[in-house]
């Protein structure tokens, strides 16, 4: 069955950065896009953008462009999520999902609070 | 950025009641537009995609109209496990774009 590993969750002070992890087994790695959302305590959903596990192609949504990065290793079928510069407003849930048949699979979300 | 309106924010509704959702978009979508189910401290889980067409193993209580600008998520039939709060989601342009959230409580 299709399952997404997250990473723990993480601590870090403003101006930091932090890199989430998503592993992905019981599908074809390479195949489907990976999306990354995010969730804001007590918030709704918010679209960050997505990787082309295959080509490494990304698509960023433009209030992110410049400080996120997406990255995959397809040797440990693991998809990356790394924000810089982070400040207050970007402390929520870090959720991963994949595009087997539109937004099917979703990891179990990763923590990152930002404080000082 | 296409902008997802949901109404209403919240409702509070009993098991076996009938439940109607709807979403707007600022601008035509035609029928990219899916419906997610969240619970707390859960993963939004997807229920409808296309607007209409029900994910595997969702169960068929849950259905999905619309076209355009105007969409509805319907529960047949409200039952103690339904009792999440629900996203819209447009994909017909980038950023893909959500809805504000309905929340439905027990009456």
């Known amino acids: 069955q299709v399952q997404l590993v997250q990473s723990g969750a993480e601590v870090k002070k403003p101006g930091a950065s932090v890199k989430v992890s998503c592993k992905a087994s019981?599908?074809?790695?390479?195949?489907?896009?990976m999306h990354w959302v995010r969730q804001a305590p007590g918030q709704g959903l918010e679209w960050m953008g997505w990787?082309?596990?295959?080509?490494?192609?990304?698509n960023y949504a433009q209030k992110f462009q410049g400080r996120v990065t997406m990255t995959r290793d397809t040797s440990i079928s693991t998809d990356y999520m790394e924000l810089s510069r982070l400040r207050s407003d970007d402390t929520a849930v870090y959720y991963c999902?994949?595009?087997?048949?539109?937004?099917?699979?979703w990891g179990q979300g990763t923590l990152v609070t930002v404080s000082s | 950025d296409i902008q997802m309106t949901q109404s209403p924010s919240s409702l509070s509704a009993s098991v076996g009641d009938r439940v109607s959702i709807t979403c707007r978009a600022s601008q035509g979508i035609s029928n990219y537009l899916a419906w997610f189910q969240q619970k707390p401290g859960k993963a939004p889980k997807s229920l409808i995609y296309?607007?209409?067409s029900l994910q595997s193993g969702v169960p068929s209580k849950f259905s999905g109209s619309g076209s355009g600008t105007d969409f509805t998520l319907t529960i047949s039939s409200l039952q103690p496990e339904d009792f999440a709060t629900y996203y819209c989601q447009q994909y017909n342009s980038y950023p893909l774009t959500f809805g504000g959230g309905t929340k439905v409580e027990i009456k």
């Open positions: 019981g599908h074809t790695f390479t195949g489907y896009n």
């Open positions: 296309g607007a209409s």
């Open positions: 999902a994949v595009d087997l048949n539109y937004f099917d699979y």
């Open positions: 990787i082309n596990p295959n080509s490494g192609a990304t």
